[in-house]
Every structure is written in C-alpha cells, then in structure tokens.
C-alpha cells in the first residue's frame, strides 16, 4: 500500500528557493540551526552541530549498536508528528542476507522504475512493495546535489535511519542502479543531506 501521498501532506511546504549551503570552519549551536532552518550546515569532522547528540532523534538512545531500540520521540525529529525514522535495521530485508549486495540476484526487490526501487516488503520477494525513490542526496563537502559531489545525478537512494554510528556519523540505508550497488546498513556523516521515509507511531 503506498502512503506517501498521505504523508506528504503533513510536512510543512518546502521553499527550495530559500535553501543554502554554508561551510564552517566550526561547528554551529542547535539553537543557531533551529534559527536557520534552510540553511545546510558542514564543519570538517561531519558532525554539523557544536554538541555531539546522539539522542537528537531518539530520546534517551546513546547507542552506537546495530539496534532497534524503542524510539522515543523527540521534538528536533524532522517527521511529522505521529511519525518517526525507521530503526537501524529496517532496511535490512532489501538483500537477502542483510549485507551490501552488488548482485541485484540478492536484492529482494520487484522491480526498478528509472533509478527507483519497488521493494518487497517480506523476505523471498513475498507480501506487498514499498516504493524508494533516487533522490539523491546533498554532499555534505561539496554543498552539490547529487552523490560524491556529482551535480544533479539522481540515480542513488539514501534514507536516514534513526541510529547514529558514532558522534558523526548516522546509519542510513544506500542505493544505486548505476553502481549495482545496495546497502541496507552504511553510514554517512551527520551533515549530509539525506532522504527521510518516515514511519507510522
């Protein structure tokens, strides 16, 4: 069943016009952040925030495991309301042994549309699909759209979870066609600009 239209429809308006990228020598104040919420903020560790939270998303989560601790919801998460990031391992039954996989034999996926990937929502290609979309990413580096600097090139996947791998960096689940590459569990550093699919409370 496809609930994006659903949910788009309780995030707040994006005003892309407005959004800018600043490079730091130093890490910027939450409060600062929260002040600026169209700005993209990168200092060189890829942590973007003066204060390492681990727990920003997830109260009281100060984890670096592979996990799927409880969430506990905080008032910083980017979802709308009733909704939450997915836990570390959601992602893990998109290959067929939870790993990276760059033998699309291993995916357990349904179909590719463009560079977007049609999932089976239950391992050995049972059960319903869900939908992720290549859009891309913004490099946290570089300020450029795209993966690895390279502008505008819309053929990788990259979602958020909710877990952080260390004080800089998060896991994220990570695709693309091109490359014949999936990872269900990477990471990426805090300050780069990923996708977010949203889960239900």
């Not at 009281?60 to 909704?83: A, G, M, Q, R, V």
């Not at 490099?139 to 505008?152: E, H, I, L, T, W």
């Amino acid at each position: 069943m496809e609930i994006w239209p659903e949910l788009c429809s309780k995030f707040k308006p994006f005003y892309d016009n407005q959004s800018q990228f600043v490079l730091l020598n130093s890490s910027t104040s939450i409060a600062n952040a929260i002040s600026n919420p169209f700005t993209i903020y990168y200092v060189y560790d890829g942590n973007w925030c003066s204060y390492a939270y681990r727990e920003l998303w997830n109260k009281d989560n100060t984890s670096t495991s592979l996990n799927n601790n409880t969430i506990k919801k905080t008032i910083y998460s980017p979802s709308p309301s009733d909704y939450v990031e997915p836990q570390v391992n959601s992602f893990t039954g998109f290959t067929n042994d939870g790993n990276r996989q760059t033998n699309s034999n291993n995916w357990n996926y349904s179909s590719i549309v463009g560079n977007d990937f049609i999932f089976f929502c239950n391992l050995g290609k049972t059960g319903g699909t869900i939908k992720f979309w290549a859009l891309g990413m913004r490099d946290a580096s570089s300020g450029r759209p795209g993966n690895g600097g390279k502008v505008a090139l819309l053929n990788s996947g990259n979602y958020w979870t909710i877990g952080v791998s260390n004080d800089a960096n998060g896991y994220n689940l990570y695709f693309n066609r091109n490359d014949s590459e999936l990872r269900p569990i990477t990471t990426w550093q805090k300050s780069e600009a990923l996708s977010i699919r949203a889960v239900k409370l």
